[in-house]
């Protein structure tokens, strides 16, 4: 129930949570403000925060000098990749648990979740000797499938926890109507869980986007998505604000708004269903 | 033909046996209900019919083949769900066509078949909205234009009526009883509720604890009810019990008598009491009856409007002739 | 709802998802079991062909009685320890403010997040460079325009440093679970407490509080997991110099910078012990919530 403020108070938590927020925003904020100044006003003293001659020549030189575009395409597949493929992995892993529960279930749904807390760099050099061994280091499709498979449980999990609030009626009711299990989760149960399922793919997406330890390790020029291009920029070439800026914006700008759609998926996604 | 046998079924739940071995024929165009109270068994016998659930032992046969094994998409049953259960993400069009679309019929067939049903059950202005956008009786009524379109040998209903409230549930009562008349499929429907079961049935199943306690037309049980519990069951309101000497007077352990059974009478009469409540319908008037020496309270019908209150003292004359005896063990005496 | 058919359907459909994570868990973790226990050193020719010589538990002890161990764990602890205390204790706050009515709650809202969108590489080198850096950084400014020195942060205050950049991070994280949790509370019981005369603190600490409590667990677990696994963080603004070696980077070192990875196998394996002492308490709390 919403109580009645008084406008004073009201005001003043206006006052006090943008302060905040713009705090909390600032380093975003000024990393894309600086992207379009040109270098010397990027470390002009003292700072600059209007009067700049905004460019976009940082830009192109991102673009020219490394090749920025291979990086996010890199990026795209290897999120974009894994996160298709786990979910269709998962949906009927899902589908198994949600509407076929055993008595196994909620152990195997735990186990799952068990070996997304196995440290990664406790496996890291199994990991790489097994991509050495196959010939998949640096290679996009060898990434892929490890970030799928990181992020397969919080998949299962996510698209579990949406399939429990559908009633089983309805999957039972497709069956008396003649549809067989393939018909049953194709025209049945994945549209009436599309809601769920893209904000699943939604927040997997940007697990896989930002997913740092594999992609540094496992990867080097050919396959490297844009965390580790910009780790790169931790190299000398660092010093250069206005391009590091422009570089890093560029990584950040599609997620930061795919995930201002998902915020409300996050809570559910992150706690695997234990806050809603 | 939609002749269902059932025959020495049972169905347990890990270590729990919820129905015991169970023989059962419905016949080809008859109306069944299952009726029981709640947690009796009815609602898993219609889904082990439907193939929803395996039985764990035992046959069931659907006009004499054996669809023990046979998943429920293939069984040629229709069902209405308690919750309708529609599809949501369809229009009541798509609806009414999925069950066609998986038989993989044609476009121009399927388009034919849905207007007919929409036609039947005058849901065809509604054709293009979602579930969502429907009452609680349209919903129904697609629920049924779903299953009719299927043409099915039998059609199955898990208490269908129980999210409607009690002015539609009446209408959508007549309406079932009429398809039935129409299309004179096999109807096999559940529900805790006597007065659907005796209105609606030809034949009905009473169920307790998984277990038939018996079988037959409605007024078959309502005036030899085979034991205690169905004459309990069935009724409304329930069938007055009495033991000790008033049951010893009829040589019996136990004694029933219906409340219309009752004649309320100026003065005299074989038995007295004191009212304590009384309901006035106009038509009827029901007198729940304290301190008659017989039992708790005594539940009397008296037809019309009796103007007894409150603590008045009421005499009344059982008919003789409707008294049902039970022995010890429940079971009727003839 | 389940016949027999229906129950080997699930079996088969659930095979892929289980058959391809037991293998992503057993595959590695035997071999990072296995060379735990034997002398290991590709660059001095050990290989697997060539077969690894056992060496019992030495890795074990080793790897605990090395110099950089308990540096390694005390920077771990008081990392982890550091960016929970303040990411729960600011996150409360920030919830029960945004949970207020203000204007402009949406734009809050998506400021406040944002963080927690930005890959940790480029959080880290905008901290470390637009931010921290002790010439042309915000901080060196702000110190400047107020009379101070410039401090060198990632060097002088490197632990800290990290602990501010990862809080930054995961602040949005708690804040946003905390207030989902907030706003489940009922106001009524809120306002019963008001109407009884109990004064703000007290309603905060006996009604507040404890209706957080579950969520604030899950917030502290989930964070452990991840920040015992903090890597590029750390890879990127002092490569684990100036005292920010964690175990996690001790154990990354060892493999990949010395190469010995029988001696990293063990830390390994300890890093996954010490995972799986939270993960225990964090599965009771979700499992709990599976039977409801």
């Known amino acids: 129930m919403a109580r009645s403020v008084t406008t004073q108070r009201k005001a003043l938590t206006t006052v006090a949570a943008w302060t905040i927020a713009l705090i909390i925003f600032f380093p975003i904020y000024w990393t894309i403000l600086t992207s379009f100044k040109t270098e010397a006003q990027a470390i002009n003293d003292p700072p600059l925060f209007f009067a700049f001659d905004w460019t976009l020549e940082n830009y192109s030189v991102v673009q020219e000098r490394s090749d920025y575009m291979k990086f996010l395409w890199n990026s795209v597949i290897i999120a974009g990749g894994s996160t298709v493929l786990g979910i269709l992995i998962a949906i009927p892993a899902a589908w198994s648990m949600a509407f076929v529960p055993s008595q196994r279930t909620k152990d195997i749904l735990l186990w799952m979740l068990s070996t997304k807390m196995l440290p990664a760099v406790g496996v890291l050099y199994p990991i790489s000797l097994?991509?050495?061994?196959?010939?998949?280091?640096?290679?996009?499709?060898?990434?892929?499938?490890?970030?799928?498979?990181?992020?397969?449980?919080?998949?299962?999990?996510?698209?579990?926890?949406?399939?429990?609030?559908?009633?089983?009626?309805?999957?039972?009711?497709?069956?008396?109507?003649?549809?067989?299990?393939?018909?049953?989760?194709?025209?049945?149960?994945?549209?009436?869980?599309?809601?769920?399922?893209?904000?699943?793919?939604?927040?997997?997406?940007?697990?896989?986007?930002?997913?740092?330890?594999?992609?540094?390790?496992?990867?080097?020029?050919?396959?490297?998505?844009?965390?580790?291009?910009?780790?790169?920029?931790?190299?000398?070439?660092?010093?250069?604000?206005?391009?590091?800026?422009?570089?890093?914006?560029?990584?950040?700008?599609?997620?930061?708004?795919?995930?201002?759609?998902?915020?409300?998926?996050?809570?559910?996604?992150?706690?695997?269903?234990?806050?809603? | 033909m939609g002749q269902i046998q059932l025959k020495k079924v049972?169905?347990?739940?890990?270590?729990?046996?919820?129905?015991?071995?169970?023989?059962?024929?419905?016949?080809?165009?008859?109306?069944?209900?299952?009726?029981?109270p709640s947690g009796c068994g009815k609602s898993t016998l219609l889904r082990l019919i439907a193939g929803l659930e395996d039985i764990t032992t035992g046959h069931i046969e659907i006009d004499g083949q054996d669809a023990t094994s046979v998943v429920p998409a293939k069984r040629g049953l229709a069902m209405v769900f308690q919750s309708y259960a529609l599809y949501p993400h369809m229009s009541v069009r798509k609806n009414i066509a999925f069950p066609l679309r998986m038989a993989k019929l044609s476009q121009t067939a399927i388009d034919q078949k849905v207007e007919a049903a929409a036609s039947v059950l005058n849901l065809t202005d509604y054709l293009d909205r979602r579930p969502g956008q429907l009452s609680g009786g349209q919903r129904q009524r697609v629920a049924i234009g779903r299953a009719i379109v299927r043409e099915p040998s039998a059609f199955l209903f898990d208490e269908p009526l129980s999210n409607l409230d009690a002015a539609l549930r009446v209408g959508m009562r007549l309406e079932i009883s009429e398809l039935h008349e129409r299309l004179k499929t096999t109807m096999v429907y559940v529900t805790h509720d006597q007065v659907e079961a005796m209105t609606m049935a030809d034949k009905i199943v009473v169920l307790q604890a998984g277990v038939i306690e018996q079988v037959g037309t409605p007024l078959e049980l309502y005036r030899t009810p085979r034991n205690i519990f169905v004459?309990?069951?069935?009724?409304?309101?329930?069938?007055?019990?009495?033991?000790?000497?008033?049951?010893?007077?009829?040589?019996?352990?136990?004694?029933?008598?219906?409340?219309?059974?009752?004649?309320?009478?100026?003065?005299?009469?074989?038995?007295?009491?004191?009212?304590?409540?009384?309901?006035?319908?106009?038509?009827?008037?029901?007198?729940?009856?304290?301190?008659?020496?017989?039992?708790?309270?005594?539940?009397?019908?008296a037809i019309g409007d009796v103007s007894l209150k409150h603590g008045d003292t009421i005499h009344l004359s059982p008919r003789v002739d409707d008294i049902h005896r039970f022995d010890a063990a429940g079971l009727r005496i003839s | 709802m389940a016949t027999k058919a229906s129950r080997s359907a699930a079996r088969i459909m659930m095979a892929p998802a289980v058959v391809l994570l037991l293998g992503w868990m057993l595959v590695p973790l035997i071999m990072t079991l296995w060379f735990s226990f034997t002398k290991y050193l590709p660059l001095r020719g050990d290989s697997i062909e060539r077969g690894l010589d056992w060496v019992g538990f030495s890795n074990y002890v080793r790897f605990i009685s090395s110099s950089s161990f308990w540096p390694a764990v005390h920077t771990t602890l008081i990392m982890v320890g550091g960016v929970l205390l303040i990411t729960v204790v600011l996150g409360i706050l920030l919830a029960m403010l945004l949970d207020q009515p203000f204007w402009g709650q949406g734009v809050v809202r998506i400021l406040v997040i944002a963080p927690f969108f930005v890959m940790p590489t480029v959080s880290a080198l905008v901290w470390k460079n637009m931010i921290m850096d002790p010439v042309n950084g915000i901080f060196a400014h702000l110190w400047r325009f107020f009379g101070a020195e410039p401090v060198a942060w990632l060097q002088d205050a490197s632990l800290s440093s990290i602990?501010?950049?990862?809080?930054?991070?995961?602040?949005?994280?708690?804040?946003?679970?905390?207030?989902?949790?907030?706003?489940?509370?009922?106001?009524?019981?809120?306002?019963?407490?008001?109407?009884?005369?109990?004064?703000?603190?007290?309603?905060?600490?006996?009604?507040?509080?404890?209706?957080?409590?579950?969520?604030?667990?899950?917030?502290?677990?989930?964070?452990?997991?991840?920040?015992?696994?903090?890597?590029?963080?750390?890879?990127?603004?002092?490569?684990?110099?100036?005292?920010?070696?964690?175990?996690?980077?001790?154990?990354?070192?060892?493999v990949i910078d010395s190469q010995n990875i029988g001696l990293g196998s063990a830390g390994g394996v300890y890093a996954i012990i010490l995972a799986n002492i939270v993960a225990i308490f964090l599965m009771r709390i979700v499992g709990k919530n599976l039977d409801a």
């Open chain 1, 130 to 276: 097994i991509f050495v061994k196959f010939d998949l280091l640096d290679t996009r499709g060898g990434l892929l499938v490890v970030i799928m498979l990181i992020n397969l449980p919080i998949i299962v999990w996510m698209l579990y926890t949406y399939f429990r609030e559908i009633p089983g009626e309805i999957l039972e009711a497709s069956r008396m109507d003649g549809a067989t299990l393939k018909e049953e989760l194709l025209y049945v149960l994945t549209p009436m869980a599309i809601p769920g399922i893209a904000s699943t793919l939604l927040l997997n997406f940007i697990l896989a986007w930002n997913e740092a330890f594999w992609t540094l390790n496992l990867t080097a020029a050919n396959a490297a998505p844009l965390t580790a291009f910009i780790a790169s920029y931790s190299s000398p070439e660092g010093l250069f604000f206005a391009k590091l800026s422009a570089a890093s914006t560029m990584a950040i700008a599609p997620i930061l708004i795919l995930g201002w759609f998902s915020q409300k998926q996050l809570v559910r996604g992150l706690t695997f269903g234990a806050v809603k």
């Open chain 2, 10 to 36: 049972t169905k347990s739940f890990g270590s729990t046996e919820v129905i015991p071995p169970l023989d059962l024929t419905i016949e080809d165009g008859e109306f069944t209900v299952f009726v029981g």
């Open chain 3, 163 to 254: 602990i501010m950049i990862v809080s930054w991070q995961w602040l949005p994280f708690a804040t946003l679970i905390l207030l989902t949790a907030i706003q489940s509370l009922d106001s009524e019981q809120v306002e019963a407490a008001e109407m009884d005369g109990a004064p703000s603190l007290k309603r905060f600490w006996h009604i507040v509080l404890p209706h957080l409590a579950r969520a604030i667990t899950i917030v502290i677990l989930i964070q452990t997991i991840f920040l015992l696994s903090i890597f590029a963080e750390i890879f990127v603004t002092t490569g684990g110099a100036f005292g920010t070696r964690t175990l996690t980077y001790l154990i990354f070192q060892r």
């Open chain 2, 231 to 301: 004459a309990g069951f069935i009724g409304s309101p329930k069938m007055n019990f009495m033991t000790g000497s008033e049951a010893a007077k009829h040589s019996a352990h136990t004694i029933g008598i219906r409340p219309e059974h009752i004649n309320v009478v100026e003065s005299g009469g074989d038995w007295q009491g004191t009212v304590g409540v009384a309901e006035h319908l106009g038509s009827d008037t029901f007198f729940h009856i304290h301190n008659t020496g017989l039992a708790e309270t005594l539940t009397v019908r």
